[in-house]
């Protein structure tokens, strides 16, 4: 059996335009990851303009305002990705319903339906961002510790990692489908994953780069012309006379109230669309590989 690339790529879009509840399961995640972007540049920001410029004359002590904005950010960050694992199991097993001619029930029903494996998941994506940050940490503890001579011996070998995380990303998807559709542990889902990559790898890479372009594109239409409007906003925070900079900042102003609406859709629409996609690419997988005859399919729901 080949692979389906038209259906992969075909079918997101009409099973989200007959399933359109799916879509706001991702609402509370993409509110939250909004507003953590609409306040992300602006912590940075203002640290630059202490100093000098119109707000160390407009506020008596801006760092207040900078820790709130700072401590608001990592907040949203921390709050939102349990939330998001859990929303985004819910579509996944949403999709996965509809793809194997399952009745999709209620939001409500599909949420509680995710419970059982939310921990599991959990736990796949701390062992693949703990894994991550070890990769991405040890080339720089290397190079502090044989003062830079490192460099050397890893020069070579970076052109390397863009291929490693390609296939990290793509096992690790793979890994969280199977927990979530054939009810296993992690461990076990990394190896039917890793299993499942080694038989189809082409098909998920090529799969994987053309869902990656489509949503982004969805993104980025949605969101280029709020986010030019918040530029109005930085020229004012950078104008040293703050009558001069009324203008621009109430522009600024009026942009990011704009900007998160536009943000909200934007990413609602993107990540729900590469969850659906990525879950039809599973269900291809699945067609082609079977499963390990030690791993008995799970039941229908």
Known sequence: MRFDFRYVLQQPFLLLWKHKPLILLNLPGSLAGALFTALFPLMFALPFFVESGPLNRLLDDPWPIFALIFGGSVVLMLSTTPLSIFTSSAVIRGVTKVETGQELGSLRDLLREVIPF????????????????????????????????????????????????????????????????????????????????????????????????????????????????????????????????????????????LFVPFMVFGLMMFTTFTQTALAIMYLEVRKIVPLPHDVPPSPPS
């Open 118 to 257: 939310f921990w599991r998941v959990v736990g796949l994506t701390a062992l693949q961002g703990g894994v991550g940050l070890l990769f991405a940490a040890l080339p720089a503890v290397l190079i502090v510790i044989t003062a830079g001579v490192a460099v050397i011996c890893l020069g070579p070998l970076m052109p390397m990692t863009t291929p490693l995380v390609f296939v990290f990303s793509l096992v690790g998807i793979l890994a969280m489908h199977i927990i979530l559709v054939e009810d296993v542990g992690v461990l076990e889902a990394i190896r039917i994953g890793w299993q499942d990559f080694k038989k189809t790898w082409l098909s998920l890479v090529l799969v994987f780069l053309i869902v990656s372009q489509l949503g982004g594109m969805i993104f980025g239409v949605l969101f280029i012309l709020p986010s030019l409007g918040v530029v109005p906003f930085f020229i004012a925070l950078s104008s040293s006379d703050p009558q001069t900079a009324v203008v621009p900042m109430s522009i600024g102003l009026v942009a990011v109230g």
